[in-house]
């Protein structure tokens, strides 16, 4: 399935703010209830998701970015340095 650019980049925002909606639902309901630790433990999972998926994307552009800088390098030739040094 294909996504907008726009929904794609904001998925990790997405997953952080379901997270703290979770977080904020388990802390208003008294903590001994099943359902809030329910919540809680849901707003560490989405959380950690964030958290991960941004790590992800941020290691694979960073490689991109390596391999881009790694493929545009100039190898110059002995002799041509040589004649550029003469001039």
Same mark, same amino acid.
């Given at each position: 399935m294909? #996504? %907008?650019?726009?929904?794609?980049?904001?998925?990790?925002?997405?997953?952080m703010?379901?997270?703290?909606?979770?977080? #904020? #639902?388990?802390?208003?309901g008294?903590m001994?209830?099943?359902v809030?630790? &329910?919540?809680v433990?849901? &707003?560490i999972?989405?959380i950690?998701? %964030?958290?991960?998926?941004?790590? &992800?994307?941020?290691k694979?552009?960073?490689?991109?970015?390596?391999?881009?800088?790694?493929?545009?390098?100039?190898?110059?030739h002995?002799? &041509?340095?040589?004649?550029?040094?003469?001039?």
């Amino acid at each position: 399935m294909l #996504l %907008s650019e726009g929904v794609y980049k904001r998925i990790p925002l997405f997953w952080m703010i379901v997270g703290l909606l979770f977080l #904020l #639902l388990g802390w208003s309901g008294a903590m001994e209830s099943r359902v809030s630790l &329910a919540y809680v433990a849901l &707003a560490i999972l989405c959380i950690g998701r %964030s958290i991960w998926i941004y790590q &992800a994307r941020w290691k694979y552009h960073r490689r991109n970015q390596v391999s881009i800088v790694r493929d545009t390098m100039v190898i110059k030739h002995p002799i &041509a340095e040589n004649l550029k040094n003469k001039h």
